[in-house]
């Protein structure tokens, strides 16, 4: 089961984006054919959404693919780390170190 997650969420990414792309095309020809003398406005409004739409893509990669390749080492690690901590606090009295 775990492995029809990771490959479907790089393809359901790849569909939203998609879908995106193909409706600023179809608002873009639409309202080059209803009023052509405001197109300017609507490829100005296309162009941030698609920077938007890149970096939600990048970002969401990026945490898809950090999920993907954490290792159990890691969470050892980070399970030592926070019990230092804590024996530091205490021998600090609770006090902020």
Known sequence: MRWLEIFTRPLSLSFRLF??????EVLLSTMLTVAPFVLFIFIGIELFVGVIQALIFSMLSLVFLSIATVHED?????D??????????AAS???PF
């Not at 879908?19 to 600023?24: D, K, Q, R």
């Not at 890691?74 to 980070?78: R, W």
């Open 19 to 24: 879908g995106n792309i193909f409706a600023g």
């Open 74 to 78: 890691a969470h050892e690690q980070h």
């Open 80 to 89: 030592t780390h926070e019990s230092l901590e804590n024996e530091i606090a």
């Open 93 to 95: 009295h609770g006090r």
